[in-house]
């Protein structure tokens, strides 16, 4: 779900709660008066129907063509603003998600050994049997809470509707501790809010953008590299933090090819610079600054000559890239980045980005941080987590990591493989990898042998379906109705995602998936409507819109209100100080660091370098690789390496070579890319490839994984964050 800073929520949500208190959260009314209202749009034999892609997590709105009542294309939706009319390349190629030959067609029964890969075919009223009575037995046996919800994309919302009713109280999204969870726990204990998603970023109106660890462009966040592409043709200045020489860096005024692991070293020395050398907004941190004297005297160490020892990039870069952002505050940016789970220390990492933000004086300012605003849309909220009286094992209460404010899937696993605070028998796995997504994938899996029962749900096998004890062929979302997505930007919106074309196979949507789950536990009032139709009318026209107009265009915008001070926007701070923490009192009750400190990483083994990940722009996560508008783009990854390196080992440029890490876990067969793009003490690849599930014909095998090669890895201390850069590796030439 998008969320705004959780100070903007929490006020959004409370005038929308308050102007629909008084009804109770469902009342169906006497159906949609414009329900028999179709949503397409048809001219000379082509259909246009408006929805929203989750080919990625940016959900932009796009319109989807049939061509003689076969899906054509997809393009964006001129009215949305998430794709201002433009999808990126993964969006193009949603159509071939459609035709995956690879799809699950229908429910599976696992027959032979766990993993195996031996199944029946069976009825949906067979398979959520089998669900149903499995999870009634783990409920008897053990409790609720011994059944755990791993979950990912829209459709997740029903699951946790229905398993929640259900008593299940832990439930946890590679999403938090795999990704951006670090980044808006380091905001959060500095300004009081988080980034949220999409980041609110004005690089429309910015005159210098810092990208440290973000590979935009490759990380294809949609209306993001929109306004990034526009800021280049603007000629702002743009400084790019990166080990690699990043499509981004190719644009850059400045590339600081930072040694991996040093970053917290290069934005101490910054922000020791902008104090020392008065760069730094002195009315903002008087007006709102908290500990400000402490953090300075905290900092006062960090030169540039230090730092550039640490990181390798010489003091006088990191001097004129710093003088350089700060001279354009508050109009300046230092992108607080998503993807942040590194070391393990991410969100103090985040927490430094974001004190030098604060000390650009930009949070709320254009060209800045604005503060994302949303509209008012009658609420469907989620039951409460269950007081079964036991705590939480995915430690989502922040009972283990006491900055965590979302469950985290490895505690759920190290719950299922200690058994502490209780067994967990259960996982019901909507739409995730697990075994891409989380670090040492051998825990995964000793875990899924401690199991009852594995339920997964997705479009295609990805490596976990092949453990699974029951497997649910989810639709794709061209071909469903699904959760309302209500967004938070420089104005509010809420997109409608519609079927545009029938599953092609006995495949489901996940809502039906939930709702019929529901009736089979005996709780089908969890999810009291007919249909998606039906809930979405009845959502949409008690918030006073109109149903008919909604299907045909697919976006309604809310009312704009001020997202920063330029427009009126009084500055508050949701801290314990009310004020920005350049130096944290929470944190320092805790027994961590006030100020975030640099603690250097460990070195390479000898013969090894650092394997370092990121994004490619046709792909998402393990997610699309049997897509085949996109294998044919990008069939599989590439390992990067620097031309010397590479000469030094005897590499040869698009050879083939397998990567072994320090631990001896060895991969598939990955082509060599030699560039001077690189330095030399790291690799690098796009994680999601080398997929080991033949049932996933067409990417089996192709290229390498880098999760699976992640078998060491740190625990963020605050928050449960762990990390995928901890990792080393070298080469096996192929004969
Ligand atoms: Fe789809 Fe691309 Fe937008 Fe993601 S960024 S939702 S893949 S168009």
Wanted: proline share 6%; hydrophobic share 40%.
């Amino acid at each position: 779900m998008v969320q705004p800073s959780r100070r903007r929520f929490l006020q959004i949500t409370a005038a929308t709660l308050g102007a629909t208190a008084a009804s109770a959260p469902w009342q169906p009314m006497t159906g949609p008066a414009s329900a028999a209202a179709g949503p397409a749009a048809t001219s000379g034999g082509v259909t246009t129907i408006p929805t929203f892609c989750e080919m990625c997590f940016w959900r932009c709105g796009g319109i989807a063509h049939l061509r003689d009542g076969k899906l054509w294309k997809f393009e964006g939706n001129p009215l949305d603003p998430q794709s201002m009319g433009r999808l990126c390349p993964r969006g193009t190629g949603a159509v071939g998600a459609y035709y995956d030959p690879d799809r699950l067609r229908q429910p599976l029964l696992r027959v032979g050994e766990r993993g195996k890969e031996q199944w029946k075919a069976v009825s949906w009223d067979e398979a959520l049997g089998f669900v149903a009575e499995r999870m009634g037995r783990i409920k008897a046996a053990h409790g609720a809470e011994s059944v755990a919800l791993f979950n990912h994309v829209f459709g997740q919302r029903f699951f946790q509707h229905v398993l929640r009713s259900w008593g299940v109280i832990n439930y946890a999204g590679a999403s938090y501790a795999q990704c951006r969870g670090a980044r808006d726990v380091g905001f959060q204990l500095t300004f009081g809010a988080g980034v949220g998603s999409p980041e609110p970023t004005d690089i429309k109106n910015t005159d210098c953008l810092v990208l440290i660890g973000s590979h935009l462009g490759e990380n294809m966040h949609n209306s993001q590299v929109q306004e990034f592409a526009q800021a280049i043709a603007r000629q702002v200045p743009i400084i790019v933090v990166d080990p690699r020489y990043s499509v981004a860096a190719s644009k850059a005024k400045y590339w600081l090819p930072v040694k991996p692991g040093t970053d917290i070293a290069l934005l101490l020395a910054w922000m020791n610079l902008l104090v020392t050398e008065g760069l730094y907004d002195k009315d903002f941190v008087a007006r709102h600054g908290h500990g400000f004297e402490q953090f300075k005297a905290e900092i006062a160490g960090y030169t540039t000559a230090w730092a550039a020892e640490q990181t390798g990039v010489a003091a006088e870069l990191i001097v004129a890239a710093g003088r350089e952002f700060a001279s354009h505050r508050p109009a300046s940016i230092i992108h607080p980045g998503r993807r942040v789970n590194w070391y393990g220390d991410d969100s103090q990492r985040s927490r430094a980005v974001a004190l030098l933000n604060a000390l650009l004086g930009n949070w709320g300012r254009k060209g800045g941080l604005f503060l994302a605003s949303g509209m008012k849309i009658a609420p469907y909220p989620l039951p409460k987590i269950a007081d079964t009286g036991k705590p939480r094992a995915d430690g989502g209460d922040g009972a283990r990591y006491p900055f965590a404010d979302e469950g985290i899937t490895t505690s759920i696993r190290d719950a299922t493989i200690s058994g502490q605070p209780y067994p967990i028998k259960g996982w019901v796995v909507y739409s995730t990898n697990l075994l891409q997504a989380l670090p040492n994938r051998q825990e995964t899996l000793d875990a899924i042998q401690k199991l009852d029962l594995l339920v997964v749900c997705d479009t295609v096998p990805s490596e976990i379906a092949g453990y699974a004890d029951v497997i649910l062929p989810d639709t794709t979302f061209l071909e469903r109705h699904d959760e309302l997505l209500v967004g938070f930007g420089r104005t509010g919106w809420t997109s409608l995602r519609q079927p545009v074309v029938a599953p092609p196979h006995e495949q489901k949507p996940a809502w039906w998936i939930a709702k019929q789950l529901a009736e089979k536990l005996g709780i089908g009032a969890s999810m009291p409507f007919k249909d998606m139709e039906e809930y979405l009318a009845w959502r949409i026209e008690k918030s006073g819109h109109s149903w008919d107009k909604f299907k045909r265009e697919g976006v309604i915008m809310g009312e704009h209100q001020p997202i920063t001070v330029e427009e009126g926007l009084t500055l508050s701070f949701d801290t314990p100080s009310g004020k920005v923490e350049f130096w944290s009192d929470q944190l320092a009750a805790k027994g961590f660091d006030p100020v975030p400190k640099y603690k250097p990483q460990a070195a390479a083994p000898a013969g090894h370098l650092r394997l370092i990940t990121g994004r490619a722009p046709v792909h998402t996560f393990s997610r699309t690789q049997s897509n085949p508008l996109l294998q044919d783009l990008m069939p599989e990854n590439e390992v990067w390496v620097n031309t010397a390196t590479a000469a030094r080992l005897g590499l040869t440029h698009r050879a083939y070579v397998r990567l072994k890490n320090q631990d001896g876990v060895v991969s598939n067969r990955v082509r060599v890319k030699a560039t001077q793009r690189i330095r030399e003490d790291c690799v690098y690849m796009v994680y999601g490839f080398g997929n080991t599930n033949p049932m996933l014909a067409s990417a089996y095998l192709k290229g390498a994984s880098a999760g699976a090669l992640n078998t060491r890895y740190a625990t963020d201390p605050l928050m449960g964050s762990t990390s995928i850069h901890g990792n080393f590796v070298s080469f096996v030439q192929e004969a």
